[in-house]
């Protein structure tokens, strides 16, 4: 079952919910551009947004591997994003949490799970919306 929908808003409105603020709030605002469909080189500087444990940054790395969703169902692509903040790796709450490139705001994919090296596991975003 899928838990997400798409949404038309009014052009007024469109931008305000693509917007974060990577510098805090009273900085200037950045907004999310498009659906990247790989990372544009090994160690890509990324935020993640998370409504657990805020704004935190670290990489993505640039190759993809392969882990298993339930059982009888096929292989799932995901990436892995290495946070590199004193919290560490992912915690309770970070799942669904979106990745953006720090250069190019573009968004990655977002947060599936976590193995026990703290590394996030990462389903690329555009193959969702393909979904």
Known sequence: YLDWSLVKLPLEYALRPNAFFPNGEGYPSRYLTTCANAPRCHGVPVYM???????????????????????GQGLCKVWIVLLDDPIGGVIDGDCGSIIIDQQTSEVYDHVVGANPLDQAYIVPLIATVEQ
């Open 49 to 71: 947004i998370s409504g657990a444990s805020a704004l935190r940054s670290g990489l993505l790395l640039g190759r993809y591997l392969y882990i298993s969703a339930k059982a």
